[in-house]
Protein backbone atom coordinates (compact mmCIF):
# COMPACT_ATOMS: atom_id res chain seq x y z
CA UNK A 1 0.00 0.00 0.00
CA UNK A 2 1.31 3.16 -1.27
CA UNK A 3 2.42 6.05 1.95
CA UNK A 4 -0.64 8.32 2.19
CA UNK A 5 0.80 12.25 2.65
CA UNK A 6 -0.51 14.87 5.08
CA UNK A 7 -1.67 16.55 2.11
CA UNK A 8 -3.59 13.50 0.83
CA UNK A 9 -7.45 14.19 1.53
CA UNK A 10 -10.59 11.32 0.89
CA UNK A 11 -13.39 13.28 -1.46
CA UNK A 12 -16.41 11.62 -3.03
CA UNK A 13 -17.29 10.40 -6.58
CA UNK A 14 -20.88 9.90 -7.69
CA UNK A 15 -20.67 6.87 -9.91
CA UNK A 16 -23.28 6.54 -13.01
CA UNK A 17 -26.16 4.08 -11.69
CA UNK A 18 -24.65 0.46 -10.82
CA UNK A 19 -21.46 1.02 -12.31
CA UNK A 20 -19.70 1.79 -8.97
CA UNK A 21 -17.23 -1.42 -9.41
CA UNK A 22 -16.15 -0.11 -13.08
CA UNK A 23 -15.40 3.64 -11.76
CA UNK A 24 -13.11 1.71 -8.99
CA UNK A 25 -11.75 -0.18 -12.01
CA UNK A 26 -11.01 2.95 -14.33
CA UNK A 27 -9.81 5.34 -11.11
CA UNK A 28 -7.44 2.57 -9.74
CA UNK A 29 -6.01 2.33 -13.40
CA UNK A 30 -4.86 6.32 -13.22
CA UNK A 31 -3.32 5.74 -10.16
CA UNK A 32 -5.67 6.94 -7.61
CA UNK A 33 -6.51 5.66 -4.12
CA UNK A 34 -10.27 4.11 -3.99
CA UNK A 35 -12.37 3.11 -1.52
CA UNK A 36 -15.78 0.92 -2.30
CA UNK A 37 -17.28 0.66 1.36
CA UNK A 38 -19.55 -2.66 0.38
CA UNK A 39 -22.06 -4.40 2.75
CA UNK A 40 -23.90 -8.02 2.58
CA UNK A 41 -26.73 -7.07 1.52
CA UNK A 42 -29.74 -9.59 1.31
CA UNK A 43 -31.50 -10.04 -2.40
CA UNK A 44 -34.62 -12.16 -3.49
CA UNK A 45 -34.78 -13.05 -6.86
CA UNK A 46 -37.32 -15.49 -8.87
CA UNK A 47 -38.35 -16.70 -5.57
CA UNK A 48 -34.56 -17.25 -4.65
CA UNK A 49 -32.52 -15.65 -1.71
CA UNK A 50 -29.10 -14.82 -1.80
CA UNK A 51 -26.47 -12.47 -0.13
CA UNK A 52 -24.30 -10.32 -2.14
CA UNK A 53 -21.48 -7.83 -1.57
CA UNK A 54 -23.42 -4.41 -2.12
CA UNK A 55 -21.55 -0.57 -2.19
CA UNK A 56 -22.76 0.72 1.03
CA UNK A 57 -23.54 3.94 -0.51
CA UNK A 58 -25.23 3.43 -3.54
CA UNK A 59 -23.42 5.73 -6.86
CA UNK A 60 -21.08 7.07 -3.99
CA UNK A 61 -17.10 5.74 -3.72
CA UNK A 62 -14.26 7.68 -2.07
CA UNK A 63 -11.16 8.81 -4.12
CA UNK A 64 -7.68 10.05 -1.97
CA UNK A 65 -5.43 12.44 -3.84
CA UNK A 66 -3.36 15.65 -2.84
CA UNK A 67 -5.49 18.78 -4.27
CA UNK A 68 -2.32 20.46 -4.95
CA UNK A 69 -0.50 17.88 -6.77
CA UNK A 70 -3.11 15.74 -8.45
CA UNK A 71 -4.40 16.10 -11.84
CA UNK A 72 -8.08 15.57 -10.09
CA UNK A 73 -10.11 17.29 -13.08
CA UNK A 74 -9.55 13.62 -14.92
CA UNK A 75 -11.83 12.09 -12.42
CA UNK A 76 -14.86 13.58 -14.18
CA UNK A 77 -13.98 12.15 -17.65
CA UNK A 78 -13.59 8.39 -15.77
CA UNK A 79 -15.14 5.62 -17.12
CA UNK A 80 -18.33 4.78 -14.65
CA UNK A 81 -18.08 7.98 -12.80
CA UNK A 82 -20.48 10.81 -13.10
CA UNK A 83 -18.85 13.61 -11.50
CA UNK A 84 -16.84 14.27 -8.40
CA UNK A 85 -18.90 16.13 -5.82
CA UNK A 86 -17.42 19.62 -5.68
CA UNK A 87 -18.04 22.79 -3.69
CA UNK A 88 -17.87 26.14 -5.47
CA UNK A 89 -15.76 24.14 -8.61
CA UNK A 90 -13.09 22.33 -5.64
CA UNK A 91 -14.04 19.16 -4.86
CA UNK A 92 -15.11 18.95 -1.36
CA UNK A 93 -13.26 16.86 1.09
CA UNK A 94 -14.89 14.35 2.99
CA UNK A 95 -14.29 15.08 7.08
CA UNK A 96 -11.03 13.73 8.86
CA UNK A 97 -11.51 10.34 9.87
CA UNK A 98 -15.00 9.51 8.50
CA UNK A 99 -13.52 7.13 5.87
CA UNK A 100 -11.13 5.50 8.57
CA UNK A 101 -14.28 5.22 10.63
CA UNK A 102 -16.20 3.07 7.95
CA UNK A 103 -12.98 1.16 7.79
CA UNK A 104 -12.58 -0.05 11.25
CA UNK A 105 -16.10 -1.18 11.09
CA UNK A 106 -15.10 -3.86 8.23
CA UNK A 107 -15.08 -7.89 8.94
CA UNK A 108 -12.17 -10.31 7.88
CA UNK A 109 -14.32 -10.35 4.42
CA UNK A 110 -13.91 -6.53 4.07
CA UNK A 111 -17.68 -5.92 4.31
CA UNK A 112 -18.80 -3.60 6.69
CA UNK A 113 -20.76 -5.04 9.32
CA UNK A 114 -24.40 -3.45 10.21
CA UNK A 115 -25.47 -4.55 13.04
CA UNK A 116 -29.13 -3.73 14.06
CA UNK A 117 -29.40 -0.71 16.60
CA UNK A 118 -32.97 -1.52 18.27
CA UNK A 119 -32.95 -2.07 21.96
CA UNK A 120 -34.97 -4.18 24.48
CA UNK A 121 -39.11 -3.14 24.59
CA UNK A 122 -38.76 -1.23 21.34
CA UNK A 123 -41.78 -1.18 19.02
CA UNK A 124 -41.32 -2.57 15.59
CA UNK A 125 -43.09 -3.86 12.50
CA UNK A 126 -42.55 -6.54 10.63
CA UNK A 127 -42.13 -6.04 6.75
CA UNK A 128 -42.84 -9.60 5.03
CA UNK A 129 -43.69 -12.82 6.30
CA UNK A 130 -46.69 -14.88 7.63
CA UNK A 131 -46.84 -11.60 10.50
CA UNK A 132 -46.32 -9.17 7.86
CA UNK A 133 -47.78 -5.18 9.29
CA UNK A 134 -48.13 -6.90 12.86
CA UNK A 135 -46.29 -4.56 15.64
CA UNK A 136 -44.18 -5.83 18.09
CA UNK A 137 -41.48 -5.60 20.80
CA UNK A 138 -37.92 -5.80 20.10
CA UNK A 139 -36.64 -8.02 22.47
CA UNK A 140 -33.18 -9.70 21.35
CA UNK A 141 -30.83 -10.77 18.63
CA UNK A 142 -31.46 -14.67 18.26
CA UNK A 143 -28.18 -15.23 16.60
CA UNK A 144 -26.74 -13.31 13.43
CA UNK A 145 -29.70 -13.43 11.38
CA UNK A 146 -32.73 -13.46 13.45
CA UNK A 147 -34.31 -11.10 16.28
CA UNK A 148 -36.94 -12.38 19.02
CA UNK A 149 -39.54 -10.42 19.10
CA UNK A 150 -43.05 -10.18 21.49
CA UNK A 151 -46.56 -10.06 18.96
CA UNK A 152 -50.01 -9.77 20.51
CA UNK A 153 -51.64 -12.64 18.87
CA UNK A 154 -55.25 -13.37 19.53
CA UNK A 155 -55.34 -11.97 23.15
CA UNK A 156 -51.91 -12.76 24.40
CA UNK A 157 -48.07 -12.16 24.04
CA UNK A 158 -46.29 -14.43 21.65
CA UNK A 159 -42.21 -14.50 21.28
CA UNK A 160 -41.49 -15.72 17.66
CA UNK A 161 -38.28 -15.34 15.70
CA UNK A 162 -38.45 -13.43 12.52
CA UNK A 163 -34.79 -12.38 9.82
CA UNK A 164 -33.43 -9.33 11.01
CA UNK A 165 -34.30 -7.94 7.95
CA UNK A 166 -38.28 -8.34 8.01
CA UNK A 167 -38.22 -5.46 10.31
CA UNK A 168 -37.79 -1.79 11.26
CA UNK A 169 -38.69 1.09 13.64
CA UNK A 170 -41.68 1.81 13.94
CA UNK A 171 -41.68 5.75 13.05
Known sequence: MARVSDMDRWYVVSSQRGA???AVQHLERQGYRVYLPR??????HARRVDWI??????RYLFVGFDIETTRWRAIHS???V???VSNCG???PVPAGVVEDIRAREAENGLIEIKPSFRAGQPVIVGEGPFLDQIGLFER?????????LLSLLG????VKVPIHAIRAVA
Open 141 to 149: MSDAERVTI
Open 39 to 44: WRKRRS
Open 156 to 159: RDVR
Open 53 to 58: AAPLFP
Open 90 to 92: LPA
Open 20 to 22: EAK
Open 78 to 80: TVG
Open 82 to 84: SHL
